[in-house]
């Protein structure tokens, strides 16, 4: 049940963060872009393909989860209840990692 408007300093805090997730998601999906038009003027290996689709994949992924993240604090600031907890820090850093890996591998192989 929602009782009363939390304070407009949260809610412009949370909107500047939700916001700054979204920033973070288009960087990665303008990254992933942009390595799969350059890779296609000097040639491409299945790894950097890969990593051009993951970085794509994952700022979709980390832009709907700070959209889901955002509507949550939203409700629990309005509600009076503790805040979630965040998860796309881990998501970012375990598809960063991931994508790391895949692209070291390709360039061994």
């Given at each position: 049940?929602?009782?009363?408007?939390?304070?407009?300093?949260?809610?412009?805090?949370?909107?500047?963060?939700?916001?700054?997730?979204?920033?973070?998601?288009?960087?990665?999906?303008?990254?992933?872009?942009?390595i799969?038009?350059?890779?296609?003027d000097?040639?491409?290996?299945?790894?950097?393909?890969?990593?051009?689709?993951?970085?794509?994949?994952?700022?979709?992924?980390?832009?709907?989860?700070?959209?889901?993240?955002?509507?949550?604090?939203?409700?629990?600031?309005?509600?009076?209840?503790?805040?979630?907890?965040?998860?796309?820090?881990?998501?970012?850093?375990?598809?960063?990692?991931?994508?790391?890996?895949?692209?070291?591998?390709?360039?061994?192989?």
């Amino acid at each position: 049940m929602v009782t009363e408007d939390p304070d407009y300093r949260y809610s412009l805090a949370n909107e500047r963060t939700y916001l700054a997730w979204v920033r973070t998601a288009l960087a990665l999906i303008a990254g992933g872009i942009a390595i799969r038009i350059f890779m296609s003027d000097v040639g491409s290996t299945w790894s950097v393909t890969l990593a051009a689709i993951g970085f794509t994949v994952l700022g979709g992924v980390l832009a709907l989860t700070s959209l889901v993240h955002w509507g949550r604090v939203q409700r629990a600031m309005q509600r009076g209840e503790p805040l979630p907890s965040q998860r796309a820090p881990m998501i970012l850093t375990g598809g960063i990692v991931l994508l790391a890996v895949i692209v070291l591998l390709g360039m061994l192989v």
